[in-house]
């Protein structure tokens, strides 16, 4: 978040370039938190920045502009992901930010992670995508169970992630002892390229660009679950349930990967005005937005409408709520 005041910056210059000051003062910043620059949720959530802005003096929707809420700049910012982001919503350091819908609930509720420190100001604005779990190993390695982990040197996602919760917590239930390193998914792929980890666990919407470019330069395999551990790992964690990498997902993994996965929400605090949250879910949904989110990430073809509400065990804002009233999906 340390290049956030120079983009604040930029972009207060940039508008008062474009239409004064009495524009600049309209103007609303809307910090969205991601997570890391190699995974998912840093380019979901600049598509969604991008889908939900418009600046002062932008062209109407209508006129072929943006068909964001009046006013209002989104800004994707990189993060440590889940934890860190509903923390960081809860506290009102951002206005929104992506996590994994086990992170949602438990910091909702209390529990996990998050226990005795409940986040009982965030709330949903929509359910995104399925986030699913990558074990990753140098190319040519093959693993029976995870049970081969023991002892190795293992990339457990970074502090501040609900991937590393997820892991910890499997790890723990199988008992296998690894030496954890705290490495976000860039570190950790370049990590495994150098040999320096012997594996490393990362969950979130395929494909990622980090793992994109480790195919290309060294290689990697992808560990397949078996099925009675994905439904020990729902057992343990309900969130995950049973999923899959398609065959061709990474140009050199030609095999399908029997994974488990968990939904990626985007969830705002009650702080926020009903309005200002209406206009964004608005935003979010219109057809404008679908386009963008088509083109612009693999993964945004995953983000509809039909399920939005999909997997979402705390309240919705009362702005989205209001929208997914009007479209029928709410009572």
């Known amino acids: 978040m340390k290049y956030l005041g120079k983009l604040f910056a930029t972009a207060l210059v940039s508008l008062l370039a474009m239409g004064g000051v009495a524009q600049a003062q309209d103007m609303k910043f809307f910090r969205i938190g991601t997570g890391g620059a190699g995974g998912t949720y840093f380019p979901i959530g600049g598509l969604i920045a991008n889908a939900i802005s418009s600046p002062p003096g932008a062209r109407s929707c209508e006129k072929g502009g943006t068909c964001g809420v009046p006013g209002l700049i989104a800004i994707a910012v990189s993060t440590n992901a889940s934890v860190f982001n509903m923390n960081a919503v809860q506290a009102g350091n951002l206005e929104a930010g992506l996590a994994g819908g086990q992170s949602v609930a438990q910091g909702y509720e209390g529990t996990g992670k998050f226990k005795g420190d409940k986040k009982d100001k965030v709330?949903?604005?929509?359910?995104?995508?399925?986030?699913?779990?990558?074990?990753?190993?140098p190319k040519g390695t093959k693993m029976n169970s995870?049970?081969?982990?023991e002892g190795k040197k293992v990339g457990v996602a970074s502090a501040g992630s609900g991937t590393q919760v997820s892991v910890k917590m499997i790890l723990k239930h199988y008992g296998i002892s690894v030496k954890e390193n705290e490495l976000g998914l860039n570190q950790s792929a370049q990590r495994l390229a150098d040999g320096q980890i012997d594996a490393f666990f990362y969950a979130g919407g395929t494909p990622f660009a980090a793992l994109i470019q480790l195919g290309s330069q060294k290689g990697f395999e992808l560990y397949n679950f078996s099925a009675s551990e994905r439904k020990e790992i729902n057992k343990i964690i309900p969130y995950y349930v049973e999923s899959k990498i398609p065959a061709g997902t990474y140009e050199t993994i030609g095999y399908d990967v029997a994974t488990v996965a968990v939904n990626g929400q985007l969830v705002t605090s009650i702080d926020q005005p009903t309005d200002l949250i209406y206009g964004i879910t608005k935003a979010l949904w219109s057809k404008k937005t679908r386009s963008l989110l088509d083109k612009g990430h693999s993964k945004g073809k995953a983000i509809q409408l039909n399920t939005a509400l999909k997997g979402v065990l705390i309240p919705v804002h009362p702005g989205a709520e209001k929208f997914y009233k009007e479209q029928g999906m709410m009572k």
């Open 146 to 149: 995870l049970k081969d982990l």
């Open 123 to 137: 709330r949903i604005i929509a359910n995104l995508y399925p986030e699913d779990m990558h074990l990753v190993l």
